[in-house]
């Protein structure tokens, strides 16, 4: 059984900063990409950002770029999203997800249908 579990949401303060980590069992193959996806309340969900493992290419929402850190460490199958500078529209519940297809094409890292695999998602709040 594959699961996903995502960690690390809390409240923070604006300029502020929380790890999220996304610990993933159970997958059939050792190539698989990880992807992070949030959806605030009455939007759509978005596309945070990938890695691939099998070639390490990461991928980023421009919402995101230059604040938000995907990285991973393949002997605990575990991704972080290190997430700095937070904003106020960074508030979200926080989802990891698996997809077998790696590496992942980028006109497709955000994009939720690729993806196969949820786990439940971490809340992050962060306030002005």
């Known amino acids: 059984e594959v699961q996903l579990q995502a960690s690390g949401g809390g409240s923070v303060q604006a300029g502020g900063r929380l790890r999220l980590s996304c610990a993933a069992s159970?997958?059939?193959?050792?190539?698989?990409?990880i992807g992070w996806f949030r959806q605030a309340t009455g939007k759509e969900r978005e596309g945070v950002s990938s890695?691939?493992?099998?070639?390490?290419?990461?991928y980023y929402a421009d919402s995101v770029k230059g604040r938000f850190t995907i990285s991973s460490d393949n002997a605990v199958r575990t991704v972080y999203l290190q997430m700095d500078n937070l904003k106020p529209e960074d508030t979200a519940v926080y989802y990891c997800?698996?997809?077998?297809?790696?590496?992942?094409?980028?006109?497709?890292?955000?994009?939720?249908?690729?993806?196969?695999?949820w786990g439940h998602g971490t809340q992050v709040t962060v306030s002005s």
């Open positions: 890695i691939s493992r099998s070639d390490g290419s990461t």
């Open positions: 997800a698996a997809s077998l297809g790696d590496p992942v094409p980028e006109q497709y890292f955000n994009v939720a249908e690729y993806y196969t695999y």
């Open positions: 159970g997958l059939p193959f050792d190539e698989y990409v």
